[in-house]
């Protein structure tokens, strides 16, 4: 009999549960053949409903990617099991993974890492990490324009509310699972304003949590750490891109990118999907590990309240880890003793549903009502605005002209800039390059022209009329960016060498 379709008695009953699916690219379906094999066979009272995710829907025309079927299936079931999908380069394909995070406000990232030395060969045999990735904003907003023939921009955007809620759910988490540090890593040694922003959330929320100690790192230096020494952290809250990499970096030291699951959490709902992708080169093979998804599946039982399930997958996945029956990616001579393809590999699992391992430390999900551990209260509270002050104005020139000589394109600006501003500097790639330039300094055919307000009455009609003057003078002005103070305090960077 294959063990796919042996009954395991230890279930108890539960009401029906419908899941929506989205099989995914590559070894999407695989993998996700797998994973619904074991759910069944651990708890038979779950049903599952395919919808269109990934390739399949954008070769439809869709090109989101995701088909009606899926959103009327979240909105129905309020979560989804996602494979990883294959986004297709170039021809206006937005991410189907950026387009449901951010659609459904699915704002936290759980990215757990764990090294389960010595039983799967690992790159630090001590290691048990959550990363707590912002999930909406930062580059990942996908904001870009292409502003001249040299130079491409992606916005990165920070928001208070979007800084608070994620921070507070990572000391929420915390606190729900008995860890003692939460570590923010952040970059605002260079973005003082965006990363500063997250930074200085981190730090005021902190002081609600005074039992859960706190401190922040560079990103870089804590990634490096994080691969050298992981003991030093416990839970690891961050902004979306970084957490994007971090985490990859932290499932590779803890054994494989295949291992790691992850959870993206939401007000009203939540998917739950590997972290890696959807891996091309070994789809079609039966050789994909799926435990990065079935763990995934794990957290989505928790989420939905189905503790005794996820206990036995996950005690029965760490049988088969710690027997040594491995998948391809983490079989190791010496370590493993026999190496199983994807299929195989579940039905090992399945096999051990009821067992607890014996070496390794089994798990043991506490009953709770749905959603009440992974749902904490991270309602923002009331903000008093601040008193916002235009104060000029920075004009971004395409300019290529005169030997792209920063003086003579000053003297130019300099007259057009009058009466209702002064020419302050000139940057090019942020470094200042008039008045007073290094000539050692690049420049690109894309200036960065600061105007200060003379008169700070004047308002947003003085930028209409310098953009006018600069226009008739024939310049190209491909962007501006007005200049803020918020009650007195400088709302933009200075310059590179200002
Ligand atoms: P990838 O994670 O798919 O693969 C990286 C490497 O890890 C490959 O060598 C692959 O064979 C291996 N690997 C990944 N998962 C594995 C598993 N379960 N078992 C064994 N080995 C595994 O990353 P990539 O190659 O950069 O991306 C491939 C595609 O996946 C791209 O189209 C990318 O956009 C997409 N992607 C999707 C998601 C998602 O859907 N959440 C995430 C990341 C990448």
Redesign the pocket.
Known sequence: MNASSASFSHVSEQPALMIPVAE?????PE?MSATLAVLKAADPSLTFKKVSV?LKAYESGLMSGIGEDTWEAIDAHKVIL????????GGGYK???VTLRKTLGLYANLRPCVSYHPFVSALQPVMDVVIVRENEEDTYAGIEHRQSDEVYQCLKLITRPGCERIVRYAFEYARAHGRRKVTCMSKDNIMKLTDGLFHKVFDEIALQYPEISSNHMIIDIGTARIASRPTDFDVVVTLNLYGDILS?VAAEVAG????AG?SNIGHDCAMF??????????AGQD???????LLSAVMMLVHLGRAKAATDIHNAWLCVLEEGLH???IYKDGVSQRKLG?RAFADAIIERLGRKPVKMAAVDYPEHEPESLVHPDVSIPAHIPATKTLVGVDVFINWDDSGRNADALGAALESLARPEFRLALITNRGVKVWPNGNPQTLRTDHWRCRFPMIDTRLGTRAISLLLMRLAEAGFDAVKTENLYEFDGVRGYSQAQGE
């Open positions: 995914g690219d590559g070894i999407g993998i990934g996602k494979g990883p999908i294959t986004t297709p380069q991410s189907v993974n990859d494989s990118i295949g291992l992850s999907e590997a972290v890696h992708g959807s891996a091309p080169d070994i050789i994909a590990n799926p435990s990065g998804l998948t391809a990616d994807t």
